[in-house]
């Protein structure tokens, strides 16, 4: 078993703070209008409009104790921000925050496709915090989730 010096810690800690890359870098916050099909790693500021409950499930075995055996709770709710607006789909612990009228911070967001529309979700890799509440307005007639997209192959002929 192997110790890490404190040395060793304090100059990766120096070497950070040199400018070297392995640092955090400052999020790039996008706008809902350019959100595209099939992306992922987004950050964005969004106002809650609505939010629906879709499905809450009780656990299947109430005895057998563990993460898994917890209710399980899916919310589709509309998000925007000046630009569009979006559906979020928001799992477990996520639909306590995703109110009408909260805002919110979106992080590493993807886009999931369903039916053939763009849906945004952010899974166990990113994050949602509760922000101070926004001082823009909504657009709610720019609806991203109502385009429908369809999946084509183009064949080469040669």
């Given at each position: 078993?192997?110790?890490?010096?404190?040395?060793?810690?304090?100059?990766?800690?120096?070497?950070?703070?040199?400018?070297?890359?392995?640092?955090?870098?400052?999020?790039?916050?996008?706008?809902?209008?350019?959100?595209?099909?099939?992306?992922?790693?987004?950050?964005?500021?969004?106002?809650?409009?609505?939010?629906?409950?879709?499905l809450n499930k009780k656990p299947r075995n109430p005895t057998f104790r563990g993460p898994q055996n917890?209710?399980?709770?899916?919310?589709?709710?509309?998000?925007?921000?000046?630009?569009?607006?979006?559906?979020?789909?928001?799992?477990?612990?996520?639909?306590?925050?995703?109110?009408?009228?909260?805002?919110?911070?979106?992080?590493?967001?993807?886009?999931?496709?369903?039916?053939?529309?763009?849906?945004?979700?952010?899974?166990?890799?990113?994050?949602?915090?509760?922000?101070?509440?926004?001082?823009?307005?909504?657009?709610?007639?720019?609806n991203l989730s109502l385009v429908e997209y369809e999946l084509v192959n183009v064949v080469e002929e040669?």
């Amino acid at each position: 078993m192997a110790t890490k010096s404190p040395t060793t810690t304090t100059q990766q800690q120096q070497g950070a703070a040199a400018g070297n890359k392995t640092g955090l870098r400052k999020p790039v916050f996008v706008k809902v209008d350019a959100l595209k099909p099939g992306t992922n790693g987004h950050t964005l500021i969004v106002k809650v409009v609505n939010s629906n409950t879709v499905l809450n499930k009780k656990p299947r075995n109430p005895t057998f104790r563990g993460p898994q055996n917890q209710n399980t709770r899916i919310a589709e709710c509309l998000v925007g921000d000046e630009t569009g607006t979006i559906l979020f789909t928001a799992r477990n612990e996520q639909v306590e925050l995703m109110k009408a009228g909260n805002t919110v911070i979106l992080r590493n967001a993807k886009i999931d496709m369903f039916k053939g529309s763009m849906r945004l979700a952010v899974d166990k890799w990113g994050r949602i915090e509760a922000a101070e509440p926004a001082k823009f307005v909504v657009k709610e007639d720019n609806n991203l989730s109502l385009v429908e997209y369809e999946l084509v192959n183009v064949v080469e002929e040669s």
